[in-house]
Nanobody, 126 residues
Framework: QVQLVESGGDLVQPGGSLRLSCAASGFTLDYYAVAWFRQAPGKEREGVSCISSGDDIPNYKDSVKGRFTISRDTSKNTVYLQMNGLKHEDTAVYYC???????????????????WGQGTQVTVSS
């Protein structure tokens, strides 16, 4: 069964750091572009970062550029999102999913391949 499971969310103070994990099962994650999405209360889900298939080239939305780092560990079949300098506006449920565009020029989730998981809650608050 194809599945992606997010973990690592927590309550953190502004300026703090977290590392989110996206563990895949049922398929080899290395062959796919993977994106992190987030959904804040009352807002639509938005893509924040993506890593391309093959070359692992990262892509970031402006709102997280310079603060977040996406990476892939092939041996663990896992994609990570290192989040530094967290802000109140980063508070959201974070999800990961494979995307249709292998180069990450568009964050189009491939919902035919895998379903959205439960996500992991990130809360930035003092």
């Amino acid at each position: 069964q194809v599945q992606l499971v997010e973990s690592g969310g927590d309550l953190v103070q502004p300026g703090g750091s977290l590392r989110l994990s996206c563990a895949a099962s049922g398929f080899t994650l290395d062959y796919y572009a993977v994106a992190w999405f987030r959904q804040a209360p009352g807002k639509e889900r938005e893509g924040v970062s993506c890593i391309s298939s093959g070359d692992d080239i990262p892509n970031y939305k402006d709102s997280v550029k310079g603060r977040f780092t996406i990476s892939r560990d092939t041996s663990k079949n896992t994609v990570y999102l290192q989040m530094n300098g967290l802000k109140h506006e980063d508070t959201a449920v974070y999800y990961c999913l494979t995307v249709l565009d292998p180069l990450c020029t568009a964050y189009l989730p491939d919902v035919e391949f895998a379903s959205w998981g439960q996500g992991t809650q990130v809360t930035v608050s003092s």
